[in-house]
């Protein structure tokens, strides 16, 4: 039985629709893995899905093909990839399926799968997964669809548990056209914010303002300046499944991930001393630097929600977060990635505070950074180009950071060369003390790409 093994990615299934990502495929991986669940004693699986133009299609392969098994679809309806994993805890059931392809172009799509295991499969597990889709065993019986409407559980949970403090503060929204914009509205009236304004709140799966990456700076320039003109005291943008969130200050400059938990780990950090920080091999050494100067314990852990749930889960960490957006809070929550609650938090923080959003980040040690560079390769030939460009670091003496690709330090900085675990490409990144500086990390960087693609 044929399926595109392209598809199968590090941590989620995820292609070009219909072209990679077709129906057959999708009704297919239903029947697989309602087919292991089933024979796991499971009944039932969560399915959610975006707004993407090609979800309500899929949705209904993959619903037939987990009912054709015998198996129950517990339909979410759209709603945002948290709220799939909020499902899971509060209907008790742990299969669980995504529909969506997260801030990739509108002509992808992807499936975010959960099994019996605390998070989303990831690396073997997905081949796994694909091998048995391949060879084609699958269960017969009779299942059904059940609609299940878990906006009201999920909303009132968050309001219920983050109380805002007493100063007043205006709000902006980007939700970039994704499914984030649904529900945010009634959310931060429920929370206690009086006075927003909101822009890319309509769901539409093409996307129309700009790509639903916003931890791209260049999709984010028209927000940067609604904020200011605003005249907001924070901003807040999600990506196309809102697992994501980029603030900004109130003069209009992104805060990426990195730099949102410096934030909060300076506010945990009082009621957890000593604990352990991880940071991916993209975030900033000003985190990592931060970290140790509060008296944490930082450590660097490959780029990925799966891979970082998998550390919080293993060694009970409180905090954990991702360069591009992916916030996991463990302390007084799930610890999954849920841009709603991060939300939530970075306000409770905003007003109990006397200080401006850009003074939160006051003191810490700021370097020049590069925006995330990408090389378009194959997935046959993009991890091969690593090895060769990590290889030659190590020859020529560099230290080098291998959990992810390649973080090189050079002394006064660093550059990184990884793979895209969601698409045929290269990411490259940068950051030193000057501008020349990293220029020049960027330069050798680029030289020595080059080399290894020959």
């Not at 060769?388 to 390649?406: C, L, P, R």
Request: aromatic letters at 10%; glycine letters at 10%; proline letters at 3%.
């Amino acid at each position: 039985m044929t399926i595109a093994k392209n598809i199968f990615r590090g941590y989620d299934i995820r292609g070009i629709y219909p072209t990679d990502l077709s129906l057959e495929a999708a009704e297919l991986i239903g029947k697989g893995f309602a087919t292991l669940m089933k024979r796991q004693g499971q009944t039932e699986i969560i399915v959610g899905r975006d707004v993407r133009l090609s979800s309500d299609a899929l949705f209904e392969a993959l619903a037939k093909g987990i009912t054709s098994t015998g198996v129950n679809v517990i339909n979410l309806g759209v709603c945002m990839t948290p709220m799939s994993y909020f499902a899971r805890e509060l209907l008790g059931i742990k299969p669980s399926v995504m529909i969506t392809a997260s801030h990739n172009p509108k002509e992808y799509n992807g499936l975010k799968i959960c099994g019996l295991g605390s998070d989303t499969i990831y690396g073997e597990e997905i081949q796994d997964l694909r091998r048995f889709v391949e060879a084609g065993d699958f269960d017969e019986g009779e299942g059904q669809v059940i609609d299940r409407d878990i906006r009201e559980d999920y909303l009132s949970y968050i309001v219920d548990k983050v109380k805002l403090g007493d100063k007043k503060v205006k709000v902006a929204v980007d939700a970039g056209n994704g499914v984030g914009g649904i529900f945010i509205e009634e959310f931060l009236q429920r929370l206690g914010i009086e006075d927003a304004v909101y822009t890319c709140i309509e769901p539409d799966g093409n996307f129309p303002n700009h790509h639903p990456d916003p931890s791209q700076e260049k999709n984010m320039l028209a927000f940067e300046k609604f904020v200011v003109d605003n005249h907001c005291d924070i901003g807040i943008s999600f990506d196309g499944d809102a697992d994501r969130i980029i603030c900004f200050d109130e003069n209009g400059k992104i805060l990426f991930g990195d730099e949102f938990m410096i934030i909060i780990w300076r506010d945990l950090i009082k009621k957890y001393p000593g604990a352990e920080g991880i940071l991916d091999v993209k975030c900033t050494q000003s985190l990592y630097e931060e970290i140790e100067k509060i008296g944490g314990k930082p450590r660097f852990v490959k780029v990925g929600s799966p891979f970082i749930k998998a550390e919080i889960r293993e060694k009970n960490l409180i905090f954990a977060g991702e360069y591009a957006g992916h916030i996991y809070f463990n302390d007084e929550y799930y610890g999954f990635d849920d841009s709603y609650y991060s939300a939530a938090r970075i306000l409770k923080i905003l007003t109990n505070t006397d200080k401006k959003m850009s003074e939160l980040l006051d003191g810490v040690k700021r370097y020049v950074g590069t925006p995330e560079q990408f090389v378009m390769l194959t997935d046959e030939t993009k991890n091969e180009v690593v090895e060769k460009v990590k290889e030659t670091f190590f020859e020529e003496g560099y230290e080098v950071i291998d959990v992810d690709g390649a973080r090189v330090l050079f002394g006064n900085g660093w550059g990184l060369v990884r793979c895209s675990n969601t698409e045929p490409k290269l990411t490259i990144k940068a950051e030193a003390d000057t501008k020349e500086n990293v220029e020049a990390i960027m330069d050798k960087i680029n030289a020595v790409i080059r080399n290894a693609m020959k």
